[in-house]
């Protein structure tokens, strides 16, 4: 199995298998699209293989595996567990990156961003001394003899 | 706060005076060139020993594998970070595979080891969190009947914790009950956030122990080092130069002071002169051989490296590998085979939000209690999940125990529980046994042609009982916590915490290095990563490796006039 050539768009077919099998895995809903509506087979794909280039020959594997989408994940992942999870994981990683995946998941911005710690928000969270039942029942560590 | 004996905290001796012993070690014909200490690596243990002296004036050459990280080019505030952190910045160096990673073959290992190549070593991609580890884990022979006792105390140990702790620029909160009193960290403690202020509240209903997370990460802004801005991605390195790796904390100061970190240099054997004693190091840069003289020699290439150069040192004098008389080199590996538990909560956690690093740590299940049924415990982390495919991760990874496929039909709920998890991490105590070692490859090779690493290592009973029994409270905790759903996320993950494979102690018979890292063959050989670790303990390593390194660094500047060096 070769890896797939980034150099050489894949082509419409392919990009087509890609979002028929990626939307077995995330068929979407709850307020997500599915991996196909979230255009994981377009670009998001080639910016997961880009950064992680060891995923593509997962990928072009289950490109290859014939059957209706279902039944070839299926058998991908009965017959070749490893191959099929780092699939999962070139898709779901793909699927992520979109940003609006990601803001409806929750997570602010397209990546981590600088969020410094505001005036006494360290304190806030130990207020009504939560803290204290702790400190009250003392040191638990063991002595040891001199 | 009680200071190091005799000023010893810029380098024992006067700067000047340090600098003059060394001379005396220099012997007619040295060029230029001698170091006073050759320093093999640039990672963590060397860091700290390599500012030190370069403080107290000897003149250090660091020789490192790997090169500097260049901030720009890590991935923690790109979209890609995930997907960049499973390869390119994977901690398990057979998976990022570059030209310095040596490869380590752990086909016979329960789980593969994890290091960072470069220079600030393993620290670059460490989580920051920094414990201290406690009076009992040095003396677990005489309280658990099991594996050896340090040939130091906690108490003796105490001053460098304090002196590394500065230097790394530690935050936490003082007064925590599971230590002995007096562990103040020099900078306030990060926020617990949300998580930790909910799993706070299912502890104190069961009545167990936690604390604001103490990591070295700082939570005010030290200049040119920064200040933690929580993007909560500290595994993948810190684009913001907050946390604190050697790379940013010691190495740049040792530079100004002197030191010379040569990069790109992965040293093959270090020899001896006629009479036994260490002289420098032979290495290969660009293809080709270079040799460097020195007067002392330190190793710090950390717990795997180190054995593994001094099993490719072997010689006439030492035909199983330089330092080797008690045939432990390479032996007793303790490797602290991580577990994990999560739990689905109401609301959503901010579970993102850095440092990462811990958000709050519990010993609550540390020390021995022998009705359990096995001796010593472990420490818990409770950390931030770095984004969506950490926490899918969570659901998929074949030892996890969610008992639901992720993928299919309602993955998006599942998707959308992402931010509402919380995470434990279990640090079981490791025992060491001889049976789990570190050799030379027999056929895998790096790419400078030098034998590969070969890692065996079983996960021994006494391991698996700490992680059983601390996996059931840690689901007990989410529940009283308020989880609605709580499972088994994994075990048997690497660590990183690679140890043991240098025992320090009293006996040349039964171990490597002396009390102060000095090995027993070698008088001007020392030993100060990871690998000395007598026990493993059952906490992060790296305030226990600082503080070794920064002890062995002012034995040596402090001894200088006594210390034998090669002629
Ligand atoms: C992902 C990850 C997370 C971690 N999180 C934590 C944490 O939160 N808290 C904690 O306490 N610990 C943590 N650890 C462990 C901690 O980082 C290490 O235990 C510590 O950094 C090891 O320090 P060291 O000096 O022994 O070795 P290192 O820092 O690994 O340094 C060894 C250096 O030697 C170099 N080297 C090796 N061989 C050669 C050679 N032949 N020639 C030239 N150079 C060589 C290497 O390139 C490397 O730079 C973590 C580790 C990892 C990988
Ligand atoms: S959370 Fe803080 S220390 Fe960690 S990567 Fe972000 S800024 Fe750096």
New binding site residues.
């Given amino acids: 199995m070769t890896a797939l050539d980034l150099s050489t768009e894949p082509g419409d077919a392919s990009r087509a298998r890609l979002a028929a099998l990626a939307d077995v895995l995330i068929p979407g809903g709850s307020g997500l699209p599915s991996a196909g509506d979230a255009d994981v087979a377009g670009q998001w794909i080639n910016r997961a293989l880009t950064a992680n280039p060891d995923l593509a020959s997962a990928v072009a594997h289950a490109l290859a595996s014939p059957g209706a989408p279902e039944e070839a994940l299926r058998d991908l992942r009965l017959r070749q567990r490893d191959v099929f999870e780092r699939f999962a994981f070139a898709v779901a990683g793909a699927y992520f990156m979109n940003p609006a995946v990601r803001a409806a998941l929750g997570y602010p911005g397209i990546a981590p961003r600088r969020l410094p710690a505001a005036e006494g928000e360290a304190e806030y969270y130990l207020e009504d001394e939560i803290l204290a039942p702790v400190v009250d029942r003392g040191h638990i560590y063991r002595r040891v003899p001199a | 706060m009680p200071g190091l004996p005799g000023g010893l905290l810029r380098g024992g001796l006067p700067l000047r005076e340090g600098r003059e012993a060394a001379g005396k070690w220099v012997g007619v014909g040295s060029t230029n060139d001698h170091a006073d200490v050759l320093i093999?690596?640039?990672?963590?243990?060397?860091g700290v020993a390599a500012r030190h002296l370069a403080e107290a004036g000897f003149k250090v050459v660091c020789?490192?594998?790997?090169a500097w990280v260049d901030p720009g080019n890590l991935p923690g505030n790109k979209p890609e970070y995930e997907l960049a952190g499973s390869k390119n910045w994977h901690?398990d160096p057979n998976v990022r595979g570059r030209r310095?990673d040596?490869p380590v073959d752990h086909s016979e290992s329960d789980l593969p080891v994890?290091?960072?190549?470069?220079?600030?070593?393993?620290?670059v991609?460490?989580?920051?969190?920094?414990?201290r580890a406690l009076p009992s884990d040095f003396r677990v022979r005489t309280l658990d009947g099991v594996a050896d006792d340090w040939p130091l105390t906690y108490e003796e140990l105490l001053p460098y914790y304090q002196a590394v702790e500065r230097e790394m620029a530690v935050s936490g909160l003082a007064g925590n009950p599971a230590y002995p009193p007096g562990f103040e960290p020099p900078q306030p403690a990060a926020p617990i956030h949300r998580t930790g202020r909910t799993m706070a509240e299912g502890m104190n209903r069961l009545g167990w122990h936690w604390w604001p997370g103490t990591n070295a990460i700082p939570t005010v802004n030290r200049g040119k080092e920064g200040q933690c801005v929580r993007y909560g991605i500290c595994?993948m390195g810190c684009p913001e130069g907050a946390k604190s790796s050697?790379d940013v904390t010691h190495l740049p100061d040792a530079v100004t002071l002197g030191a010379k970190v040569i990069t790109r240099?992965?040293?093959?054997r270090v020899t001896l002169d006629e009479r036994g004693r260490a002289n420098g190091a032979v290495?290969l840069r660009d293809g080709r051989e270079h040799f460097q003289s020195a007067s002392v020699v330190i190793m710090?290439?950390?717990?795997i490296?180190?054995p593994?150069?001094l099993l490719m040192s072997a010689s006439g004098r030492f035909p199983a590998g330089l330092a080797n008389s008690s045939g432990l080199v390479g032996k007793r590996l303790m490797l602290h085979p991580y577990a994990a538990s999560v739990g689905i909560y109401e609301d959503d956690l901010e579970n993102w939000l850095g440092p990462a690093?811990e958000h709050i740590g519990s010993m609550q299940f540390y020390e021995s209690d022998p009705s359990r049924g096995f001796v010593r415990g472990a420490k818990w982390s409770l950390l931030p999940i770095a984004g969506p495919l950490e926490a899918a991760e969570k659901w998929t990874d074949p030892r996890s125990l969610s008992g639901e496929e992720f993928w299919g039909q309602g993955s998006a709920a599942r998707m959308k529980s992402f931010v509402r998890m919380l995470q434990w991490h279990v640090v079981p105590e490791d025992l060491p046994e001889e049976t789990n070692f570190v050799s030379l490859h027999p056929s895998l090779t790096d790419s400078d042609g030098?034998p590969a690493a070969k890692v065996h290592y079983r996960v021994s009973d006494n391991t698996r009982q700490i992680v059983d029994f601390n996996l059931a409270r840690t689901l007990e905790a989410h529940e009283a916590a308020g989880a609605k759903k709580a499972w088994v996320a994994g075990r048997n993950f690497m660590?990183?915490?690679?140890?043991g494979t240098a025992k320090m102690g009293d006996d040349p018979a039964t171990s490597v290095v002396d009390r102060f890292g000095r090995t027993h063959d070698v008088p001007n050989l020392y030993i100060?990563?990871?690998?000395v670790f007598t026990t493993s303990t059952a906490?992060?390593?790296?305030?226990t490796?600082c503080a070794l390194?920064k002890r062995t660094a002012s034995y040596i500047a402090s001894n200088a006039r006594e210390q034998e060096v090669a002629a």
């Fill in positions: 093999v690596g640039a990672g963590t243990s060397a020789l490192e594998q790997g901690p310095e040596y994890w290091m960072y190549n470069g220079v600030g070593g393993s620290s991609l460490y989580g920051g969190i920094w414990a595994r050697t240099a992965r040293v093959a290495y710090a290439a950390g717990g490296g180190s593994r150069l690093g030098l660590t990183g915490h690679n140890t100060i990563d990871a690998s906490v992060n390593p790296t305030a490796i390194a």
